[in-house]
């Protein structure tokens, strides 16, 4: 048979599968009125493209006052003796927010940390992934919902961090993004 490898935009899967175009959810689609506790939810990105670092600024612009924001800065994470207190400090921190009800954005730092070779960058990435997850496994504070940004991230927040095992597509978050 006939091989097609295709760099497309993210619209491509829906238009390829034959689905309708649907616009974008709504907040009030997602349900979280009906979740009876009083939690903060969690926004996990890993992602360092340029456009989640402006998605992730509008955030923090848009939810200011409304939004704990914790950064892990890769470069010296990765360097620090001290790595396990400094993720243990976010999910301190984090826990106390989604307790209080407040929002949560755990995200990485914006500059790409690449190593001298494929296998040492791969090495990184395997580890930031880590500690993504097992920040978001060691809160204790469960949050009202997930919501993860990047292709690793998504992922491994959902499968490794809290064990989702299939999941329900509501809708798309914004046109393009199915």
């Known amino acids: 048979g006939l091989h097609i490898l295709s760099r497309t935009g993210a619209s491509f899967v829906s238009a390829r599968l034959g689905l309708e175009i649907r616009p974008p959810i709504l907040p009030s689609e997602l349900h979280f009125e009906t979740w009876n506790g009083k939690t903060g939810g969690l926004i996990v990105c890993g992602s360092y493209v ?73 090495t990184i990435n395997a580890q930031v992934s880590s500690a993504l997850v097992g920040v978001v496994q060691a809160l204790q504070t469960r949050p009202r919902y997930v919501l993860a940004k990047g292709g690793i991230t998504s992922s491994d927040t959902c499968q490794k961090a809290i064990g989702a095992t299939d999941a329900m597509v509501l809708g798309q978050a914004d046109k393009g993004v199915p």
Not at 72 to 88: G, K, M, T, Y
Not at 89 to 116: E, P
């Open 50 to 122: 340029p456009k989640s670092s402006l998605q992730i600024e509008s955030l923090i612009r848009g939810r200011s006052g409304f939004l704990e924001v914790l950064q892990l800065h890769v470069e010296h994470a990765l360097r620090s003796d001290d790595f396990q207190h400094i993720l243990s400090d976010i999910v301190r921190r984090a826990d106390l927010a989604l307790s209080k009800g407040v929002d949560v954005l755990i995200f990485t730092s914006r500059k790409l940390v690449a190593g001298v070779s494929k296998s040492e960058s791969l």
